[in-house]
Nanobody, 123 residues
Framework: QVPLVESGGGSVQAGRSLNLSCVTT????????MAWFRQGPGKERERVAT????????EYTDSVKGRFTISLDNTTNTLHLQMNSLEAGDTAMYYC????????????????WGQGTQVTVSS
């Protein structure tokens, strides 16, 4: 398992922004897909955003469309999640995930995970 290390979480007021980062020791372009998941208190884990490395196609869950942007910097092997207009409902532990295998990406069955970074949004 290749380590993925997240950073950038914190406590902010509603309406503010945060930028999460996920560094992988392997070349980020080697992954077929990378994604951000989150799990809020008392909630199931939710896939927030996905990026496919070979064509930069992105996907977002409806609740973050227009507010969050996922991006991949291959020069620094870093996945980002720019989060704007944060809401109390965005409070969660955010996890970075990645996989090499296309079929696992399509099924969102990621085998490589980070330890998470906490985001807390106060209203």
């Amino acid at each position: 398992q290749v380590p993925l290390v997240e950073s950038g979480g914190g406590s902010v007021q509603a309406g503010r922004s945060l930028n999460l980062s996920c560094v992988t020791t392997d070349a980020a372009s080697g992954w077929y897909c990378m994604a951000w998941f989150r799990q809020g208190p008392g909630k199931e884990r939710e896939r927030v955003a996905t990026i496919y490395a070979h064509n930069s196609l992105t996907e977002y869950t409806d609740s973050v469309k227009g507010r969050f942007t996922i991006s991949l910097d291959n020069t620094t092997n870093t996945l980002h999640l720019q989060m704007n207009s944060l809401e109390a409902g965005d409070t969660a532990m955010y996890y970075c995930a990645a996989d090499l295998v296309p079929v696992r990406c399509v099924l969102h069955d990621y085998r490589n995970w980070g330890q998470g970074t906490q985001v807390t949004v106060s209203s």
